[in-house]
């Protein structure tokens, strides 16, 4: 008898640790969660037929001019989380996302893909710099943040006390990064499509730009509008 109990206790112990083990990574993996800290991920009880397009990754010299025309021509605002090495290249780029009414968000200064390895002082460190930097191009001080794919931790958790920046996640993934074909994105993206979403897309391949055009035109078909998230969830993107 004393045996079995031994077993039974360390299958119990070895059961709690797995199933830990299973429960953080997803969620670190899945910001909709909010397991370590809380992200806006969409506005469900808006009365209003809006939605924000994000764009994640840039500012792009190929893609994002795309974007912005389809944008511009589609009467659709969208919020950009740039990521601060593609700004210091492409200033200009930055700016026009900002001249032509979008509203932009810290996506790290690296997006490195040790990110999620970083301690907290490093985490603060590529947030301030992204910030730094953006200050000093255009004025602005960014108040919206995204993590760099996604990923949330005990560090960022951390970070984010220090820093005055505001989680922004999304409820509807397109997966336009991954290798699935334009169609499947399409579909997948414009499904069950609904007032209150945030969309996560990127401007960095012409895949992206297919996708977006036929978002844009779904959006049009049910009568919804594409705004920023920020004026989706009635929050300051500035200081």
Known sequence: MAQFFYVFSWTNIFFIIGAWFVLTACGSGL???????????????????????????????????????????????????????????????????????????????SHSTNFGFFSTQKVITELKKANALVKQITGLEMLLYRPAFGVTNPQIKKALKVLPLQPIGWNKRSLDTRPLSAEIIKKRVTKKLKKGDIILLHDTSEKSVAVLEHLLLTLQSKQLQSVSVDTLLKIKPYA
């Open 31 to 109: 910001i909709r969660w909010n397991y370590f800290f809380k992200s806006l991920n969409s506005n469900p009880t808006t009365i209003k037929n809006q939605v924000a397009i994000t764009f994640d990754d840039g500012p792009n010299p190929t893609f994002t001019p795309q974007v912005l025309a389809l944008l511009q021509q589609h009467k659709a605002t969208a919020t950009f989380f740039c990521i601060g090495a593609h700004i210091k290249k492409h200033p200009a780029l930055f700016k026009q996302i900002i001249d032509e009414g979008h509203t932009v968000g810290n996506h790290t200064y």
